[in-house]
Nanobody, 123 residues
Framework: QVQLVESGGGLVQPGGSLRLSCATSGFPLDRYAIGWFRQAPGKEREGVACISSHVGRIYYGDSVKGRFTISRDNAKNTVTLQMNSLKPEDTAVYYC????????????????WGQGTQVTVSA
């Protein structure tokens, strides 16, 4: 079955960097859409960065463009989110999610989710 395991979260100061990883198994990564989403307390889950299936088109949320980079390693079955210039408003639980029919970076189109990893940006 589909399994997604996130790692790399933690506490970082504003302006710092973190690298999140998602180890995947149970499905062909190169044929599934996969992405990172986040949810802060009291807010809806939002798409951060996603890679479409097959073609591998990349989508970023407006608030992270130019700061975050998503990458996919099909050989290692991992997806990475490099986060630079972090801001306090980036604080959230970050989830890795995938789906064979995932559309752009809309959470409603992703059916399989990891357990999440906490990212806290604070001085």
């Amino acid at each position: 079955q589909v399994q997604l395991v996130e790692s790399g979260g933690g506490l970082v100061q504003p302006g710092g960097s973190l690298r999140l990883s998602c180890a995947t198994s149970g499905f062909p990564l190169d044929r599934y859409a996969i992405g990172w989403f986040r949810q802060a307390p009291g807010k809806e889950r939002e798409g951060v960065a996603c890679i479409s299936s097959h073609v591998g088109r990349i989508y970023y949320g407006d608030s992270v463009k130019g700061r975050f980079t998503i990458s996919r390693d099909n050989a290692k079955n991992t997806v990475t989110l490099q986060m630079n210039s972090l801001k306090p408003e980036d604080t959230a639980v970050y989830y890795c999610a995938t789906d064979s029919a995932g559309y752009m970076c809309y959470a409603a189109y992703y059916g399989s989710w990891g357990q999440g990893t906490q990212v806290t940006v604070s001085a």
